[in-house]
């Protein structure tokens, strides 16, 4: 969605089996409106986009990371803002160490630690089955076939990362646990917000704190894109 008075750009990386064009329904306007060029893209394996295997935010980094390139080629001396929800929030966690410079700022919107963690927790609101045995098992086929790691984890990436980050969940996310974010929060090595919102169900939290939510944004691209701070 290109802007014609664009000031930045935002590369924005969907959820699970999703499109971002459904994720970032809600903020596109917003975006927008607010100056910003928007790169959507599909993630490997899920609506428009070829390849095989979902997984889980481990390789889509690495997709990630050439889409911002992409963006920084495409729209020379524009700022970029990374944006992630769900496992689009883990995507670019995980990026976030090997991101061009021209990638000011990062926003990861209720994103798990790792695909073991978020996998476990599946296993366990199924029903009171170990998860652990089942986890070693799928773990091996997603290293023999697809090419990762399970346990690999946002933390590690965190803990190299130097770019702000905003950091968003709900605390009635019933899908990945809001310990996550705090998880990641602490782990994180750049200068970070943390945007808790109470009530907000997964993926929910834009909608739930509208006005907290784009003052938290706003604030995210005023200081690191637009600013003159030194990510």
């Given at each position: 969605?290109?802007?014609?008075?664009?000031?930045?750009?935002?590369?924005?990386?969907?959820?699970?089996?999703?499109?971002?064009t459904r994720d970032f329904l809600g903020g596109c306007p917003f975006y927008y409106n607010s100056g910003f060029t928007l790169l959507l893209i599909d993630q490997r394996a899920c609506s428009e986009s070829e390849g095989k295997y979902v997984t889980f935010g481990v390789r889509?980094?690495?997709?990630?990371?050439?889409?911002?390139?992409?963006?920084?080629?495409?729209?020379?001396?524009?700022?970029?803002?990374?944006?992630?929800?769900?496992?689009?929030?883990?995507?670019?966690?995980?990026?976030?160490?090997?991101?061009?410079?021209?990638?000011?700022?990062?926003?990861?919107?209720?994103?798990?630690?790792?695909?073991?963690?978020?996998?476990?927790?599946?296993?366990?609101?199924?029903?009171?089955?170990?998860?652990?045995?089942?986890?070693?098992?799928?773990?091996?086929?997603?290293?023999?076939?697809?090419?990762?790691?399970?346990?690999?984890?946002?933390?590690?990436?965190?803990?190299?990362?130097?770019?702000?980050?905003?950091?968003?969940?709900?605390?009635?996310?019933?899908?990945?646990?809001?310990?996550?974010?705090?998880?990641?929060?602490?782990?994180?090595?750049?200068?970070?917000?943390?945007?808790?919102?109470?009530?907000?169900?997964?993926?929910?939290?834009?909608?739930?704190?509208?006005?907290?939510?784009?003052?938290?944004?706003?604030?995210?691209?005023?200081?690191?894109?637009?600013?003159?701070?030194?990510?």
């Open positions: 969605m290109e802007n014609p008075n664009a000031r930045g750009v935002v590369v924005a990386c969907h959820g699970y089996r999703s499109n971002s889509e980094s690495r997709d990630a990371v050439d889409w911002c390139k992409f963006a920084a080629e495409k729209y020379p001396g524009l700022p970029i803002l990374l944006a992630g929800i769900s496992m689009g929030a883990t995507t670019v966690m995980m990026a976030s160490p090997n991101v061009p410079p021209q990638v000011k700022a990062i926003a990861a919107d209720c994103g798990f630690v790792s695909p073991w963690e978020m996998l476990t927790a599946v296993v366990h609101s199924a029903g009171k089955f170990p998860a652990a045995p089942i986890l070693f098992g799928v773990n091996l086929w997603a290293r023999l076939l697809a090419g990762f790691d399970l346990r690999t984890s946002a933390k590690d990436a965190l803990a190299k990362n130097t770019t702000p980050i905003l950091f968003a969940h709900g605390e009635a996310d019933a899908l990945v646990p809001p310990e996550d974010v705090r998880e990641n929060y602490n782990a994180c090595k750049a200068p970070a917000v943390l945007l808790s919102v109470p009530n907000a169900a997964h993926g929910m939290s834009y909608c739930e704190d509208l006005e907290g939510y784009q003052a938290a944004l706003r604030n995210l691209w005023d200081t690191y894109l637009f600013g003159g701070a030194d990510a």
